[in-house]
Protein backbone atom coordinates (compact mmCIF):
# COMPACT_ATOMS: atom_id res chain seq x y z
CA UNK A 1 0.00 0.00 0.00
CA UNK A 2 2.80 2.78 0.75
CA UNK A 3 4.07 1.80 -2.94
CA UNK A 4 0.81 2.51 -4.24
CA UNK A 5 0.45 5.56 -1.91
CA UNK A 6 4.11 6.81 -3.22
CA UNK A 7 3.42 6.60 -6.69
CA UNK A 8 -0.11 8.16 -6.44
CA UNK A 9 1.55 11.23 -4.48
CA UNK A 10 3.91 11.35 -7.01
CA UNK A 11 1.35 11.51 -10.06
CA UNK A 12 -0.31 14.56 -7.91
CA UNK A 13 3.01 16.10 -8.01
CA UNK A 14 3.73 15.46 -11.29
CA UNK A 15 0.36 17.03 -12.48
CA UNK A 16 0.90 20.26 -9.70
CA UNK A 17 3.70 21.02 -11.22
CA UNK A 18 2.35 20.91 -14.80
CA UNK A 19 -0.58 22.94 -13.81
CA UNK A 20 1.51 25.27 -11.85
CA UNK A 21 4.29 26.02 -14.87
CA UNK A 22 1.08 25.86 -17.62
CA UNK A 23 -0.06 28.96 -15.66
CA UNK A 24 3.53 30.17 -15.62
CA UNK A 25 4.56 29.93 -18.99
CA UNK A 26 0.80 31.56 -20.23
CA UNK A 27 1.01 34.40 -17.75
CA UNK A 28 4.87 35.50 -19.33
CA UNK A 29 4.67 37.13 -22.53
CA UNK A 30 8.43 36.49 -22.83
CA UNK A 31 7.98 33.03 -22.80
CA UNK A 32 4.70 33.06 -24.92
CA UNK A 33 6.53 34.93 -27.60
CA UNK A 34 9.44 32.23 -27.63
CA UNK A 35 6.71 29.51 -27.41
CA UNK A 36 4.24 30.28 -29.40
CA UNK A 37 4.95 33.67 -31.75
CA UNK A 38 8.58 32.66 -33.09
CA UNK A 39 7.88 29.20 -33.94
CA UNK A 40 4.62 30.37 -36.24
CA UNK A 41 5.81 33.39 -37.44
CA UNK A 42 9.69 32.95 -37.97
CA UNK A 43 9.43 30.22 -40.03
CA UNK A 44 6.72 31.54 -42.79
CA UNK A 45 9.12 34.72 -42.92
CA UNK A 46 11.90 32.04 -43.56
CA UNK A 47 10.00 30.12 -46.02
CA UNK A 48 8.55 33.29 -47.80
CA UNK A 49 11.95 34.55 -48.50
CA UNK A 50 13.58 31.59 -49.91
CA UNK A 51 10.25 30.29 -51.69
CA UNK A 52 11.54 31.09 -55.29
CA UNK A 53 13.99 28.82 -55.05
CA UNK A 54 16.46 29.83 -57.10
CA UNK A 55 18.09 33.59 -58.33
CA UNK A 56 17.34 34.91 -61.12
CA UNK A 57 17.80 37.19 -64.07
CA UNK A 58 21.38 38.20 -62.22
CA UNK A 59 22.97 41.35 -63.06
CA UNK A 60 26.07 41.34 -65.31
CA UNK A 61 28.16 43.54 -67.26
CA UNK A 62 29.53 43.06 -70.56
CA UNK A 63 32.59 44.11 -72.08
CA UNK A 64 32.42 43.06 -75.53
CA UNK A 65 36.00 44.26 -76.67
CA UNK A 66 35.51 42.35 -80.05
CA UNK A 67 31.88 43.80 -80.98
CA UNK A 68 31.61 40.96 -83.83
CA UNK A 69 28.89 38.58 -85.01
CA UNK A 70 30.03 35.98 -82.71
CA UNK A 71 30.52 38.69 -79.86
CA UNK A 72 26.77 39.70 -79.92
CA UNK A 73 25.84 36.40 -80.30
CA UNK A 74 27.09 35.50 -77.10
CA UNK A 75 25.80 38.75 -75.43
CA UNK A 76 22.40 37.91 -77.00
CA UNK A 77 22.06 34.31 -75.71
CA UNK A 78 23.13 35.13 -71.96
CA UNK A 79 20.95 37.97 -71.78
CA UNK A 80 18.30 35.39 -72.92
CA UNK A 81 18.95 33.21 -70.11
CA UNK A 82 16.70 33.05 -67.35
CA UNK A 83 19.94 33.17 -64.49
CA UNK A 84 21.44 36.22 -66.09
CA UNK A 85 20.36 39.84 -66.92
CA UNK A 86 22.89 42.12 -68.97
CA UNK A 87 22.11 45.06 -67.05
CA UNK A 88 25.21 47.22 -68.01
CA UNK A 89 27.55 47.40 -71.25
CA UNK A 90 31.19 49.11 -70.12
CA UNK A 91 33.97 50.26 -72.71
CA UNK A 92 36.76 48.75 -70.15
CA UNK A 93 37.30 46.47 -66.99
CA UNK A 94 37.75 49.52 -64.99
CA UNK A 95 34.50 50.79 -65.65
CA UNK A 96 32.75 47.38 -65.08
CA UNK A 97 34.91 47.22 -61.70
CA UNK A 98 32.95 50.39 -60.84
CA UNK A 99 29.56 49.25 -61.13
CA UNK A 100 30.07 45.86 -59.67
CA UNK A 101 31.53 48.25 -56.48
CA UNK A 102 28.20 50.12 -56.46
CA UNK A 103 26.65 46.60 -56.32
CA UNK A 104 24.69 47.17 -59.52
CA UNK A 105 25.94 44.18 -60.69
CA UNK A 106 27.31 40.74 -59.89
CA UNK A 107 29.46 39.23 -62.66
CA UNK A 108 31.34 40.67 -65.49
CA UNK A 109 31.88 39.04 -69.38
CA UNK A 110 34.99 40.12 -70.89
CA UNK A 111 34.95 39.14 -74.48
CA UNK A 112 38.58 39.87 -76.04
CA UNK A 113 39.04 41.99 -79.20
CA UNK A 114 40.02 38.80 -81.40
CA UNK A 115 37.26 36.64 -79.87
CA UNK A 116 35.58 36.47 -83.46
CA UNK A 117 38.44 36.60 -85.49
CA UNK A 118 39.86 33.25 -83.92
CA UNK A 119 36.52 31.52 -84.36
CA UNK A 120 36.52 32.27 -87.84
CA UNK A 121 40.00 30.81 -87.68
CA UNK A 122 39.24 27.60 -86.22
CA UNK A 123 41.44 28.99 -83.16
CA UNK A 124 40.57 28.31 -79.49
CA UNK A 125 39.16 31.61 -77.80
CA UNK A 126 37.66 32.41 -74.73
CA UNK A 127 35.89 34.78 -72.66
CA UNK A 128 36.64 35.90 -68.71
CA UNK A 129 33.73 35.68 -66.47
CA UNK A 130 34.50 37.45 -62.95
CA UNK A 131 31.89 37.00 -59.98
CA UNK A 132 31.30 38.63 -56.99
CA UNK A 133 31.89 35.72 -54.28
CA UNK A 134 29.80 37.12 -51.82
CA UNK A 135 26.94 35.12 -52.61
CA UNK A 136 27.54 31.64 -53.87
CA UNK A 137 23.67 31.30 -55.44
CA UNK A 138 24.82 34.51 -57.92
CA UNK A 139 28.06 33.17 -59.06
CA UNK A 140 26.57 29.85 -60.02
CA UNK A 141 23.85 31.59 -61.82
CA UNK A 142 26.80 33.75 -63.34
CA UNK A 143 29.53 31.05 -64.44
CA UNK A 144 27.20 28.33 -64.97
CA UNK A 145 25.11 30.55 -67.98
CA UNK A 146 28.63 31.19 -69.86
CA UNK A 147 29.52 27.86 -69.48
CA UNK A 148 26.07 26.75 -70.91
CA UNK A 149 26.46 29.34 -73.79
CA UNK A 150 29.85 28.67 -75.06
CA UNK A 151 28.80 24.91 -75.01
CA UNK A 152 25.77 25.47 -77.53
CA UNK A 153 28.26 28.18 -79.57
CA UNK A 154 30.65 25.15 -79.39
CA UNK A 155 28.21 22.71 -80.83
CA UNK A 156 27.12 25.34 -83.90
CA UNK A 157 31.02 25.78 -84.85
CA UNK A 158 30.99 22.10 -84.84
CA UNK A 159 28.18 21.56 -87.14
CA UNK A 160 29.15 24.37 -89.33
CA UNK A 161 32.84 22.65 -89.41
CA UNK A 162 31.52 18.72 -89.88
CA UNK A 163 30.25 19.26 -93.13
CA UNK A 164 27.22 16.55 -92.02
CA UNK A 165 24.10 15.91 -94.47
CA UNK A 166 21.63 14.59 -91.70
CA UNK A 167 20.49 16.07 -88.29
CA UNK A 168 21.54 12.56 -86.77
CA UNK A 169 25.10 12.98 -87.66
CA UNK A 170 25.03 16.73 -86.28
CA UNK A 171 23.35 15.00 -83.18
CA UNK A 172 26.60 12.71 -82.92
CA UNK A 173 29.26 15.57 -83.82
CA UNK A 174 28.22 17.25 -81.34
CA UNK A 175 27.27 15.01 -78.55
CA UNK A 176 28.82 11.84 -79.40
CA UNK A 177 28.33 10.82 -75.18
CA UNK A 178 25.09 11.60 -74.48
CA UNK A 179 23.68 11.36 -70.75
CA UNK A 180 21.02 12.70 -68.78
CA UNK A 181 21.45 14.81 -65.43
CA UNK A 182 18.70 13.74 -62.47
CA UNK A 183 18.63 15.92 -59.63
CA UNK A 184 18.25 13.93 -56.23
CA UNK A 185 16.56 14.64 -53.22
CA UNK A 186 15.90 18.18 -54.65
CA UNK A 187 14.45 18.48 -58.25
CA UNK A 188 14.13 22.26 -58.43
CA UNK A 189 17.80 22.51 -57.22
CA UNK A 190 16.55 24.97 -55.15
CA UNK A 191 18.14 26.94 -52.15
CA UNK A 192 14.87 26.22 -49.59
CA UNK A 193 14.25 23.32 -49.86
CA UNK A 194 18.28 22.33 -49.09
CA UNK A 195 18.59 24.82 -46.30
CA UNK A 196 14.83 25.07 -44.33
CA UNK A 197 14.44 21.30 -42.89
CA UNK A 198 17.88 22.35 -41.25
CA UNK A 199 16.38 25.34 -40.02
CA UNK A 200 13.02 24.00 -38.99
CA UNK A 201 14.04 21.54 -36.25
CA UNK A 202 17.08 24.38 -34.58
CA UNK A 203 14.02 26.11 -34.34
CA UNK A 204 12.47 23.83 -32.30
CA UNK A 205 15.59 23.04 -29.98
CA UNK A 206 16.44 27.27 -30.32
CA UNK A 207 13.33 28.29 -29.24
CA UNK A 208 12.91 25.56 -26.32
CA UNK A 209 15.80 26.53 -24.38
CA UNK A 210 15.37 30.40 -24.97
CA UNK A 211 11.41 29.60 -23.57
CA UNK A 212 13.00 27.55 -20.70
CA UNK A 213 15.97 29.36 -19.72
CA UNK A 214 13.99 32.76 -19.77
CA UNK A 215 11.31 30.81 -17.23
CA UNK A 216 14.27 30.33 -14.83
CA UNK A 217 16.24 33.24 -15.25
CA UNK A 218 12.58 34.87 -14.09
CA UNK A 219 12.64 32.49 -11.10
CA UNK A 220 16.48 33.98 -10.08
CA UNK A 221 15.35 37.33 -10.55
CA UNK A 222 13.12 37.03 -7.53
CA UNK A 223 9.93 38.04 -10.10
CA UNK A 224 8.34 34.31 -9.28
CA UNK A 225 9.11 31.49 -6.65
CA UNK A 226 8.29 27.99 -6.88
CA UNK A 227 4.22 27.75 -8.15
CA UNK A 228 1.79 28.18 -5.36
CA UNK A 229 4.77 28.11 -3.04
CA UNK A 230 3.97 24.32 -2.66
CA UNK A 231 7.24 22.22 -1.44
CA UNK A 232 7.92 19.45 -4.19
CA UNK A 233 9.03 16.23 -2.98
CA UNK A 234 11.97 14.37 -5.70
CA UNK A 235 13.06 16.86 -8.45
CA UNK A 236 12.39 13.85 -10.96
CA UNK A 237 8.81 15.05 -10.53
CA UNK A 238 9.62 19.01 -10.70
CA UNK A 239 11.15 17.88 -14.37
CA UNK A 240 8.58 15.67 -15.25
CA UNK A 241 6.23 18.10 -14.76
CA UNK A 242 7.89 21.12 -15.86
CA UNK A 243 8.74 18.89 -19.18
CA UNK A 244 4.97 17.32 -19.70
CA UNK A 245 4.00 21.22 -19.80
CA UNK A 246 6.52 21.85 -22.27
CA UNK A 247 6.53 18.62 -24.39
CA UNK A 248 2.11 19.24 -24.86
CA UNK A 249 3.04 22.86 -26.32
CA UNK A 250 5.82 21.37 -28.55
CA UNK A 251 4.43 18.39 -29.17
CA UNK A 252 2.21 20.61 -31.93
CA UNK A 253 4.68 23.14 -32.78
CA UNK A 254 6.77 20.33 -33.96
CA UNK A 255 3.90 18.81 -35.85
CA UNK A 256 3.50 22.74 -37.82
CA UNK A 257 6.68 22.93 -38.24
CA UNK A 258 7.73 19.63 -40.07
CA UNK A 259 4.58 19.13 -41.59
CA UNK A 260 2.20 22.35 -42.75
CA UNK A 261 5.00 25.01 -43.25
CA UNK A 262 7.04 22.70 -46.19
CA UNK A 263 3.64 21.89 -47.82
CA UNK A 264 2.36 25.76 -47.36
CA UNK A 265 5.52 26.75 -49.64
CA UNK A 266 5.61 23.17 -51.68
CA UNK A 267 8.92 22.55 -50.62
CA UNK A 268 10.63 18.76 -50.88
CA UNK A 269 8.66 16.67 -47.94
CA UNK A 270 8.81 13.10 -48.09
CA UNK A 271 8.75 12.07 -44.50
CA UNK A 272 6.63 8.77 -43.27
CA UNK A 273 4.29 10.00 -41.16
CA UNK A 274 4.96 7.22 -38.56
CA UNK A 275 8.74 7.55 -38.57
CA UNK A 276 8.65 11.27 -38.58
CA UNK A 277 6.59 11.18 -34.78
CA UNK A 278 9.03 8.72 -33.84
CA UNK A 279 11.85 10.79 -34.40
CA UNK A 280 9.95 14.03 -32.99
CA UNK A 281 9.28 12.02 -29.53
CA UNK A 282 12.92 11.89 -28.66
CA UNK A 283 14.27 14.92 -30.01
CA UNK A 284 12.04 16.98 -28.71
CA UNK A 285 12.41 15.15 -25.24
CA UNK A 286 16.69 15.86 -25.17
CA UNK A 287 15.90 19.40 -26.01
CA UNK A 288 13.46 20.00 -23.09
CA UNK A 289 15.92 18.27 -21.11
CA UNK A 290 19.08 19.97 -22.44
CA UNK A 291 17.21 23.40 -21.95
CA UNK A 292 16.52 22.49 -18.56
CA UNK A 293 20.16 21.71 -17.93
CA UNK A 294 20.97 25.11 -19.50
CA UNK A 295 18.80 26.93 -17.70
CA UNK A 296 21.28 26.22 -14.66
CA UNK A 297 23.47 28.72 -15.80
CA UNK A 298 21.01 31.32 -16.49
CA UNK A 299 21.09 34.50 -14.06
CA UNK A 300 19.15 36.79 -16.04
CA UNK A 301 16.79 36.55 -18.38
CA UNK A 302 18.48 38.11 -21.28
CA UNK A 303 21.70 35.88 -20.78
CA UNK A 304 19.26 32.70 -22.48
CA UNK A 305 19.09 35.11 -25.79
CA UNK A 306 22.82 36.38 -25.98
CA UNK A 307 23.58 32.74 -25.28
CA UNK A 308 21.06 31.26 -27.75
CA UNK A 309 21.60 33.47 -30.56
CA UNK A 310 24.99 33.26 -30.61
CA UNK A 311 24.85 29.74 -30.86
CA UNK A 312 22.35 29.24 -33.69
CA UNK A 313 24.90 29.80 -36.68
CA UNK A 314 27.49 27.22 -35.26
CA UNK A 315 24.97 24.59 -34.61
CA UNK A 316 23.49 24.87 -38.51
CA UNK A 317 27.03 24.61 -39.64
CA UNK A 318 28.27 21.84 -37.65
CA UNK A 319 25.02 19.87 -38.28
CA UNK A 320 26.71 18.98 -41.48
CA UNK A 321 24.14 20.55 -43.55
CA UNK A 322 25.76 23.75 -44.85
CA UNK A 323 28.90 21.97 -44.96
CA UNK A 324 29.76 18.49 -45.63
CA UNK A 325 29.99 16.19 -41.99
CA UNK A 326 33.06 14.60 -43.86
CA UNK A 327 35.13 17.97 -43.71
CA UNK A 328 34.14 19.11 -40.01
CA UNK A 329 37.05 18.85 -37.66
CA UNK A 330 37.34 16.17 -34.87
CA UNK A 331 36.79 18.52 -32.77
CA UNK A 332 34.30 20.38 -33.62
CA UNK A 333 32.58 17.17 -34.11
CA UNK A 334 32.28 16.30 -31.21
CA UNK A 335 31.58 19.48 -29.61
CA UNK A 336 28.15 18.61 -31.95
CA UNK A 337 27.39 15.54 -30.24
CA UNK A 338 26.21 18.15 -27.31
CA UNK A 339 23.47 19.09 -28.51
CA UNK A 340 20.23 17.34 -29.83
CA UNK A 341 19.72 19.63 -32.76
CA UNK A 342 22.85 18.08 -34.17
CA UNK A 343 21.29 14.66 -34.22
CA UNK A 344 17.70 15.70 -34.75
CA UNK A 345 18.60 17.70 -38.00
CA UNK A 346 20.62 14.70 -40.11
CA UNK A 347 17.77 12.45 -39.33
CA UNK A 348 15.33 14.83 -40.46
CA UNK A 349 16.63 15.82 -43.42
CA UNK A 350 17.19 12.27 -44.30
CA UNK A 351 13.31 11.36 -43.49
CA UNK A 352 11.98 14.72 -45.02
CA UNK A 353 13.95 15.05 -47.98
CA UNK A 354 15.59 11.79 -49.33
CA UNK A 355 12.52 9.92 -47.87
CA UNK A 356 15.11 7.60 -45.63
CA UNK A 357 12.77 5.36 -43.13
CA UNK A 358 13.32 5.44 -39.77
CA UNK A 359 15.74 2.48 -39.91
CA UNK A 360 17.83 4.32 -42.13
CA UNK A 361 18.81 6.97 -39.51
CA UNK A 362 18.72 4.66 -36.37
CA UNK A 363 22.67 5.88 -35.90
CA UNK A 364 21.40 9.43 -35.38
CA UNK A 365 17.75 8.38 -33.63
CA UNK A 366 19.82 6.12 -30.49
CA UNK A 367 22.25 9.12 -29.99
CA UNK A 368 18.79 11.06 -29.44
CA UNK A 369 17.66 8.52 -27.48
CA UNK A 370 20.96 8.70 -25.21
CA UNK A 371 20.66 12.21 -24.91
CA UNK A 372 16.83 11.85 -23.36
CA UNK A 373 18.71 10.17 -20.73
CA UNK A 374 21.68 12.01 -20.35
CA UNK A 375 20.07 15.05 -20.02
CA UNK A 376 17.18 14.00 -17.85
CA UNK A 377 19.75 12.99 -15.39
CA UNK A 378 21.36 15.98 -15.29
CA UNK A 379 18.18 18.31 -15.40
CA UNK A 380 17.25 16.45 -12.29
CA UNK A 381 20.54 17.20 -10.61
CA UNK A 382 20.33 20.72 -11.65
CA UNK A 383 16.50 21.25 -10.18
CA UNK A 384 17.94 19.14 -7.14
CA UNK A 385 20.86 21.93 -6.66
CA UNK A 386 18.81 24.57 -7.51
CA UNK A 387 15.70 24.04 -5.03
CA UNK A 388 17.97 23.10 -2.11
CA UNK A 389 20.01 26.98 -2.98
CA UNK A 390 16.59 28.16 -2.63
CA UNK A 391 15.10 26.58 0.21
CA UNK A 392 18.67 27.27 2.11
CA UNK A 393 18.74 31.09 1.11
Same mark, same amino acid.
Given at each position: M?I???????L??????????????L????V????????L????????????E?????P?V?VD??????????VR?????P????????????????I??????N?I??I????? *??V?R?E !? =? &?? $? %?YC? @???? *?T?KAI? !? =? &?? $? %??SS @??A?IQ?????? =??A?Q????TSPLSF???T?????????S?I??A????I?Q????L?????A?????GR???P?G??????????LG?S?????IY??V???LT??VPM?F?F??????????W?????I???????????S????????IL???????P?L????VS????????V?????WI??S???????V????????L?D???????L????VAYFILACV??RH????????
Amino acid at each position: MRIIDNIIKGLNDICAVWRDEMKSVLRDEGVLIFFVLVPLAYPLLYSWIYNNETVREVPVVVVDQSNSVESRQFVRMADASPDVCVAYRAGSIDEARRIIALGDANGIYVIPSDFG *LRVNRGE !Q =T &AV $A %VYCD @MSLM *LTYKAIF !Q =T &AT $A %VTSS @MNADIQIRLSGN =TTARQDEITTSPLSFDEVTLFNPTSGYGSFILPAVLMLIIQQTLVLGIGLSAGTRREGRAVLPSGRAYEGSCRIVLGKSLCYFMIYAVVAAYLTLIVPMLFSFTSLPNPWSLAWLMLPYILAAIFFGITVSSIVRYRENVILLVVFMSVPLLFVSGVSWPQSNIPKVWECISWIFPSTFGIRAYVRLNTMGASLSDVLVEYRALCIQVVAYFILACVVCRHRYRSCSTS
